[in-house]
């Protein structure tokens, strides 16, 4: 079974600082998908950033980057220049190629101060 | 449409009573998902559809639950005899089975609460 590990339930980050949100997870297959989804009081669950697990080159999406290190089975999220609207849960979540469910972390609530 | 659509919102049920929960996912999405969210907790897998069929029920909690989709559009989640502890928010998400993408994008979900 493929288990989601984030061991932050909470973080906090200044507005325009910089801040890494850590995941691990467990897999035996080599190719698979992992996501980081934002969740904010809407409970609108937003996909943040994707990455495969084929592709060495870690993802980016604007202020939004992850650290993938497929041995290490590790999964960060780097957000540059926080901003209050970044307030939110983020979980982080795990699949195998596409025709299976999601499995996710239990989430780190990110806070934002000015 | 756009983007993943449930209804409704919000429904507040007696317990015994059955609820059905819709979703409409995005239009050509052939894989639909259903996810469970109790209060300050994460999403626990519920039910997967490809097209109509569902090769992953292994999420359902009870009897109790279940699932259909048809015309590969419109899913019905439906919980019978309603117990409070099936209080939660319930989101459906879907994604394509083909091309390079597997965005697995979801709706805002259905809060629901047995009184």
């Known amino acids: 079974a493929q288990t989601v590990t984030q061991s932050q339930p909470e973080m906090s980050v200044q507005e325009a600082e910089t801040v890494t949100l850590s995941c691990t997870y467990d897999?035996?297959?080599?190719?698979?998908?992992l996501f980081w989804y934002k969740q904010p009081p809407s409970r609108q669950m937003i996909l943040v950033i994707r990455?495969?697990?084929?592709?060495?080159q870690n993802a980016t999406e604007n202020r939004f980057s992850v650290n993938f290190q497929k041995a290490a089975k590790s999964f960060s999220l780097k957000i540059s220049d926080s901003q209050l609207g970044d307030a939110a849960m983020y979980f982080c979540?795990?699949?195998?190629?596409?025709?299976?469910?999601?499995?996710f972390g239990k989430g780190t609530s990110l806070l934002v101060t000015p | 449409g756009a983007g993943v659509s449930q209804s409704p919102s919000n429904k507040v049920t007696e317990k015994g009573k059955d609820v059905e929960l819709r979703c409409d996912p995005i239009?050509?999405?052939?894989?639909l998902y259903w996810y469970r969210q109790r209060l300050g907790q994460g999403l626990e897998f519920l039910i997967y559809?490809?097209?109509?069929?569902?090769?992953?029920k292994s999420g359902l909690p009870s009897d109790r639950f279940s699932a259909e989709r048809t015309g590969e559009s419109v899913s019905t989640l439906t919980i019978q005899r309603t117990q409070q502890e099936d209080s939660a928010v319930y989101l459906c998400?879907?994604?394509?089975?083909?091309?390079?993408?597997?965005?697995?994008?979801f709706g805002q979900g259905t809060r629901l609460t047995v009184v």
């Open positions: 998400a879907s994604s394509p089975l083909t091309g390079t993408g597997h965005n697995v994008i």
């Open positions: 897999t035996s297959e080599s190719d698979y998908y």
């Open positions: 990455q495969e697990a084929y592709k060495q």
């Open positions: 979540a795990y699949s195998p190629p596409p025709g299976y469910a999601l499995n």
């Open positions: 239009s050509g999405h052939t894989a």
């Open positions: 559809f490809q097209g109509n069929s569902a090769p992953d």
